[in-house]
């Protein structure tokens, strides 16, 4: 199963994005799918997840500035991000998990997001 990522680039702050990932299975839905964020220098962490039932949790940096969603019928999701800031400039990796079973997780390659004047 692969996660490829697009969207990425480099905008100025105030700005904004929109990535988009879609998975190359469709005949199953991810349980979960998300947005991971890796700056140079510090560790992954999550940026936003929504899972098949609608429920979405979002890092409490980015709330009310990302909106994560989905169409589970196709495997895609979506973060808008707006209002961006220069800390928000990292790697961008989508996750899916819980697809053939429980505790499988498939990622994608990464997408840069720079945020910059």
């Known amino acids: 199963v692969q996660l490829v990522e697009s969207g990425g680039g480099l905008v100025q702050p105030g700005g904004s994005l929109r990535l988009s990932c879609v998975a190359s299975?469709?005949?199953?839905?991810?349980?979960?799918m998300g947005w991971y964020r890796q700056a140079p220098g510090k560790q992954r962490e999550l940026v936003a997840e929504?899972?098949?039932?609608?429920?979405?949790n979002y890092a409490d940096s980015v709330k009310g500035r990302f909106t994560i969603s989905r169409e589970n019928a196709e495997n895609t999701v979506y973060l808008q991000m707006n209002s961006l800031k220069p800390e928000d400039k990292a790697v961008y990796y989508c996750?899916?998990?819980?697809?053939?079973?429980?505790?499988?997780?498939?990622w994608g390659q990464g997408t840069q997001v720079t945020v910059s004047s």
């Open positions: 929504t899972t098949s039932s609608g429920s979405t």
């Open positions: 299975e469709s005949r199953f839905s991810f349980v979960g």
């Open positions: 996750k899916g998990r819980g697809l053939f079973s429980t505790g499988d997780a498939y």
